[in-house]
């Protein structure tokens, strides 16, 4: 209990002198995280880097509160809080430079592979814009031409629907006559 008091003492004294108090509780699908645990658990597996390189962050949700369900939005609301709250502290700790670290983890994110782009050996694709055998339907990108570009098509409602409907037109009605010893008030 005295090393999980002594950790949020020196948290919060780290992140105002960080510039970057913590004035709330910290949550993650609206529930407060516990940092303490959150810190322990990432240095229990290697560290930011190591947890970062090994994707696991989601794994972690159960550790940071027993609240939260395992998810890659959740590991990845996990991330953002280490990173704003508790990285700087494991830098001092691992004298390890903060911007290097983000800057590793900024480099993972980038080295995601495009969905259908299954081996980088494979040969760049063509100049010539044109399907080729073995790719069937796929060109280069670039800038749309006239010739390729479909106009636009007005579709009708889907069977069912509700379209909006204007009332009828009225017929423009004349204007009462007067009638002598009758007044009309407009």
């Known amino acids: ?3 999980r008091r002594r950790f949020f003492e ?13 004035t709330a509780p910290p949550q993650v699908s609206k529930q407060n995280i516990d940092l303490h645990r959150l810190y322990i658990a ?5 560290g930011f880097m190591q947890v970062t390189k090994d994707k696991v962050w989601k794994n972690l949700c159960q550790q940071a509160s027993s609240a939260i369900t395992e998810s890659s939005a959740a590991g990845y609301q996990l991330r953002r ?4 709250y508790l990285l700087k502290m494991e830098c001092a700790e691992t004298h390890r ?3 290097e670290m983000i800057e590793f983890a900024n480099k993972l994110k980038k080295k995601k592979k495009p969905a259908g782009d299954r081996d980088s050996t494979d040969a760049p694709p063509s100049d010539t814009g044109a399907a080729t055998p073995a790719t069937p339907g796929l060109h280069t990108p670039g800038p749309p031409s ?11 409602p889907p069977a ?5 409907q204007q009332p009828p037109p009225q017929a423009a009605q004349p204007p009462p006559t007067a009638r002598p010893g009758k007044r009309y008030v407009s």
């Open 146 to 156: 006239a010739a390729s570009t479909p106009a636009p098509q007005t579709l009708p």
């Open 10 to 22: 020196n948290l919060v004294l780290f992140c105002e002198q960080n510039g970057d108090p913590i």
């Open 97 to 99: 430079s903060y911007d």
């Open 160 to 164: 069912g629907a509700q379209t909006p």
């Open 42 to 46: 990432v240095r229990s597996k290697g």
């Open 1 to 3: 209990m005295a090393d």
């Open 81 to 84: 809080h280490y990173e704003k």
